[in-house]
């Protein structure tokens, strides 16, 4: 069974309020049933107490932590794929977790195959741990649009290595920036449907969505212009799927077999919107559960009193909106609360019911 490395990155955790999120990935990981496996901690030095938890943690025999400063988050995870003395590697943030105690047994069996990596699903959640929705692994559409989270990427280490790791250059998107370089190097993997891995909302990458943008758009550009001659709208391939057939031919030869046949099933699904410029449209490339609904119940207020001295309506208004996140389309439908009260001095009695409250997430 191939040894696993996983590295965590820290700065200052317990001035961030992140102690609790980082003890709970730190005792997932401990917990897995395989154990062939290294935690790295790699520390920007910290200054609250946070080296004070990683010398505890270390003791205890959970990891191995270096401390000192660095230029960013991917010189962070640089150092720890270079320290990294596992066959295989994979990143884990420090507020992200393992919620399935046999994730890494999952893993080491499809590694046994010598897959240059494999992938899985991931459960994003927001900052309360209340589930978001699934991201389904899909390597097959890399060239637009982050294929699987991070986190659920597990690489030879080797193959990271010949490859210079992160680039530096980004801050933020640097980790689609490698998967493309990734998979365009020939790598071949597989997509596991075991999903055991927990991504917590909040982080760098949602706080500055449009600069993570920004980066994603600078990086295709520097990658593919090497690759072809033709004219692309990086925002229409990035945001609609918008693609020219001449990139998708430069891309077919570059990647693994099992990936050229999954994308050329993909192209034979999609629609040519411009035969001039002989351009397609990806239109089944969500990789996240594309629709699920919630259902919770907004209280409808009457208060009266049969000699009519006391009426007190909570009525309600309802309301349609639609909010777009760089993660998904919310549509919302609810009430908002219009109160009307009549008051003289006698007691009243109540009654309460109930009007549902619907999300649609797409």
Known sequence: MPKITIVTITFNLIKNGRRDWFIQNLESVHNQTYQDFEHIIIDGASTDGTIELLE??????????????????????NKG????TGEYITYLNSDDFYHAG????????ALKNDFDYVVSDCTYVDMNCKKMF????????????????????????????????????????????????????????????????????GGISDIYVDN???????????????????????????KKYIVPRKLIQAILPLISSS?????????SKSKVIDSETNKIIFTNCVSYERKWYLFQIIPL??????????????????????????????YSFFCI??????YKYNTATCHIFNIPFIKYYK
């Open 259 to 267: 990936t050229r046949i999954k994308l050329e099933k993909l192209c």
């Open 134 to 201: 699934v991201q389904k692994a899909m390597p097959e559409i890399f060239f637009i649009r982050m294929p699987f989270s991070h986190q659920a990427l597990f690489v030879k280490t080797e193959l990271m290595r010949n490859l210079g790791g992160f680039d530096t250059n980004f801050k933020i998107s640097g980790d689609h920036d490698f998967i493309i370089r990734m998979m365009l190097s020939g790598a071949d993997g597989i997509a596991l449907p075991h999903n055991f891995i927990t991504f917590r909302l």
């Open 102 to 109: 046999n994730g890494l047994a999952e893993v080491s069996r």
């Open 301 to 330: 207020l009457r208060i009266s009193q049969t000699n009519k001295n006391l009426k007190v309506y909570i009525l309600s208004l309802p309301v349609f909106r639609k909010k777009q996140t760089n993660f998904r389309t919310i």
């Open 337 to 342: 609360p219009v109160v009307t009260i009549k």
């Open 212 to 238: 993570g943008r920004k980066e994603v758009l600078k990086s295709m550009e520097n990658i593919y212009s090497k690759l072809t001659d033709a004219k692309i709208d990086y925002e229409k391939l990035h």
């Open 81 to 84: 794929m270079r320290r990294a």
């Open 56 to 77: 505890e943690y270390q003791n205890k025999g959970y990891i191995k932590y270096y401390s000192e400063p660095d230029d960013g988050i991917y010189d962070a995870m």
